[in-house]
């Protein structure tokens, strides 16, 4: 306990220091306890002038007011002159403390995630705003970002509003994907759950990259690029139109085997979706369902594929 008190006094105490120090303390009669700050007062070299009257004061009639009667003197007196010096590497403490923990925080990186049925938007730093939709995660740190570049992983599907700032290019992470903008509006949707990533550009340009195969494509307005997770191959077409999106509030599928749309509405919608005849789950569909009205979703679905829908609690099946 000796070395623990000398060790507070110095700042250098562990969290779990401090609370074994705390716990023997506790456990200490105070008469024990006034000889080990009396001999920790008597070896200790510490300017005691530097301390806060005020502060001085106010413990010493705290002090007294909780020895009362109960104490004799000269443990209060004992006590008094180590409150005095223990008032600064205690406010030192506290100081290191909330310094250590803004710096952990800004080393540690921001999340943003959602779960099922779930969206959000987040407003970076530098002002872009990017909304992610089901399932999906967004980290970067705040120590880095805006520094150099304007780094962000991501996985999952998502709305992005870049703000051009060419001096800091916005570059977005994905074990599979790297892409990389000055100031845009595109969507991205890079789950690692697929088996292929989709960029969709609506305004500016993106530089899209696959680290597997190293190929490097760039993008304009009206692209939309494919990159397959197994052989890291880039493909790109130029659309007519601006394709149905989750932004624009459709959910939207080009030849999905049916049971691969059952999960992303489900995700989608925060709830399950089944299939009674299991030989229709290898069946594609594409088209566009509401991302908004779960009703509107199925029901399209079952004159797709003339099934009906059953609901038991947040359980639809389709048979």
């Known amino acids: 306990m000796k070395q623990l008190i000398k060790k507070y006094r110095n700042n250098s105490l562990s969290q779990q220091e401090l609370d074994t120090l705390r716990q023997q303390?506790?456990?200490?009669?105070?008469?024990?306890?006034?000889?080990?700050?009396?001999?920790?007062?008597?070896?200790?070299?510490?300017?005691?002038?530097?301390?806060?009257?005020?502060?001085?004061?106010?413990?010493?009639?705290?002090?007294?007011?909780?020895?009362?009667?109960?104490?004799?003197?000269?443990?209060?007196?004992?006590?008094?002159?180590?409150?005095?010096?223990?008032?600064?590497?205690?406010?030192?403490?506290?100081?290191?403390?909330?310094?250590?923990?803004?710096?952990?925080?800004?080393?540690e990186g921001t999340v943003v995630s959602t779960?099922?049925?779930?969206?959000?938007?987040?407003?970076?730093?530098?002002?872009?705003?990017?909304?992610?939709?089901?399932?999906?995660?967004?980290?970067?740190?705040?120590?880095?970002?805006?520094?150099?570049?304007?780094?962000?992983?991501?996985?999952?599907?998502?709305?992005?509003?870049?703000?051009?700032?060419?001096?800091?290019?916005?570059?977005?992470?994905?074990?599979?994907?790297?892409?990389?903008?000055?100031?845009t509006v595109f969507s991205l949707a890079a789950r690692k759950t697929d088996n292929r990533a989709e960029v969709y550009l609506e305004e500016g340009k993106v530089s899209l990259q696959s680290p597997s195969s190293g190929k490097t494509i760039v993008m304009k307005p009206q692209d939309r690029a494919t990159i397959d997770y197994a052989t890291g191959e880039i493909t790109i077409e130029h659309l007519l139109s601006c394709p149905m999106n989750i932004s624009q509030g459709y959910l939207t599928f080009d030849s999905t085997p049916l049971s691969k749309v059952t999960t992303t509405v489900g995700a989608n919608f925060g709830c399950n979706v089944s299939v009674a005849d299991k030989s229709l789950l290898s069946k594609t569909f594409s088209g566009s369902l509401p991302s908004k009205n779960i009703n509107e979703a199925l029901e399209v679905l079952c004159l797709s594929f003339e099934l009906k829908v059953k609901r038991v609690g947040n359980k639809y099946t389709l048979y």
């Open 115 to 183: 779960g099922k049925g779930e969206s959000a938007t987040v407003c970076l730093p530098d002002g872009s705003n990017v909304t992610i939709f089901y399932e999906s995660r967004l980290e970067y740190q705040q120590s880095s970002f805006n520094k150099d570049i304007r780094e962000v992983n991501f996985d999952g599907e998502a709305h992005f509003k870049v703000k051009q700032d060419k001096e800091h290019p916005f570059v977005i992470d994905n074990e599979h994907l790297k892409v990389t903008v000055l100031g």
């Open 25 to 107: 303390m506790a456990e200490t009669d105070d008469e024990q306890l006034a000889v080990l700050l009396e001999k920790d007062w008597q070896d200790a070299d510490i300017d005691v002038s530097l301390a806060d009257s005020g502060r001085l004061e106010a413990v010493k009639e705290r002090l007294m007011s909780e020895t009362h009667q109960k104490q004799g003197r000269g443990v209060i007196y004992t006590l008094f002159k180590y409150a005095a010096i223990i008032l600064i590497p205690l406010l030192m403490a506290s100081s290191v403390y909330y310094y250590m923990k803004s710096k952990t925080m800004l080393n």
